[in-house]
């Protein structure tokens, strides 16, 4: 599921907004952690898979430094008392930067599949844990900023389909 809203007209808060886009990289994640189960998982990853992991990273990539450059800067304008939360999270996705170089490093170069499953499996769960304490601590700020012209949040491209 890729969220489908047309920038210029929100059909639903941006805190509602906000899920659906980690829905959406949830689900990637967990297909691309699929793909890397088959049979003789410690060879490389075949080229599709490649090339939607590296479309993976670029999306995360591309969403987390959105919310920097756009949601968090206004939010913590507008609600100072979020500004600790907001450098978490922007700490966070400097975590998740790392991790991300690591995998597309991986991806790239020889490395088999349990080394590219490893990553993805840190990944995971760390995106699980900053996704849910996001929702939770920003989804009512947001909500209340949707009716705002400032685009805060950036959704991600949908990666190419892994082909099986």
Not at 52 to 74: I, S
Request: net charge negative; hydrophobic share 40%.
């Amino acid at each position: 599921m890729h969220p489908s809203h047309e920038p210029g007209g929100r059909l639903t808060a941006l805190g509602n907004q906000l899920i659906e886009i980690h829905l959406w990289l949830r689900e990637e994640l967990a297909r691309l952690r699929t793909g890397l189960d088959s049979p003789g998982g410690d060879a490389r990853p075949p080229r599709a898979l490649r090339a939607h992991c590296l479309a993976f990273c670029a999306a995360l990539d591309r969403h987390h430094t959105g919310e920097d450059g756009g949601a968090f800067r206004v939010l913590a304008e507008r609600e100072p008392a979020l500004r600790p939360v907001l450098a978490e999270l922007a700490a966070d996705h400097q975590v998740v930067a790392g991790i991300l170089r690591r995998v597309e490093d991986l991806v790239t170069g020889p490395a088999g599949g349990r080394d590219v499953r490893a990553e993805l499996d840190g990944l995971a769960a760390l995106l699980e844990s900053h996704f849910t304490y996001e929702e939770k601590k920003l989804v009512a700020a947001l909500n209340r900023e949707a009716g705002g012209t400032v685009e805060l949040l950036v959704e991600p491209p949908g990666p190419p389909p892994v082909s099986t």
